[in-house]
C-alpha cells in the first residue's frame, strides 16, 4: 500500500531515477478518488475512464512545474474537473441540435443504460435531480455532498470564492429538494 505522502512522492518524482516510480505511487494514491470525481460530472465509466487518462497525462507533464502553492490533490483535482468540463463542452458542440435539457436527457439515458451504474432508485433519482441543475451548482454539489470537501478545497479547485460557493451549494440543495418533492407527486 502507497502510505508515501505527497511530499515523498514529490522529491521522487524530482529525481530522474525515481520518476518513474514515483509517478505510479501517485497514479496508485489518487485514481479512485479522481475516477470518481471525473464519473460524477461526465457520468459514464467508459468516458470517465478516458478523461481519467487525458488527466494523467496532463499531470505527468505538469508535475514539473508544480509549486506546491496548494496542496497536490487540489491541483489534481482541479485538472480532472477541468478535463471532464471540457469533454462536456466538446459533447454539447457535437450535438449543437440538442438544448441543454435534451443534452442532460441524453445523458440520464446512458447514465440508465450504463452496465457499470449500480444505484439503487432512489441514486439514479438522485443523478436525475443532480443533472438538472446548471453546471457550477452541480460541481459545488457533488464536491461537498459525494466528496466531502471543504469549501475551502472547492474554492482552490474552482477558483472562486468561499461566499459564492456556500451559496451555489445552498441553492442546489434546495433545488434538489424541490425537484424531488415533485418527482413524488
Known sequence: MNNKSDEEILELFHNKKTQSEAFSL???KYQERLYWQIRKIVLLHDDSDDILQNTFVKIWKGLHNFRSDSQLFTWMFRIATNESLTFLKEKKKK?????????????????EADPYFDGDKAQMELQ?????????QRLVFTMKY????????ISEILETSVG??????HLAVKKIETILKLDEV
Open 26 to 28: 501517485l497514479v496508485k
Open 95 to 111: 450535438h449543437l441540435g440538442y438544448s441543454n435539457g435534451e443534452l442532460e436527457d441524453l445523458l440520464l439515458a446512458n447514465l
Open 128 to 136: 436525475k435531480a443532480i443533472l438538472q441543475l446548471p453546471e457550477k
Open 146 to 153: 459525494f466528496d466531502d470537501l471543504k469549501y475551502s478545497e
Open 164 to 169: 459564492a460557493l456556500k451559496a451555489s451549494y
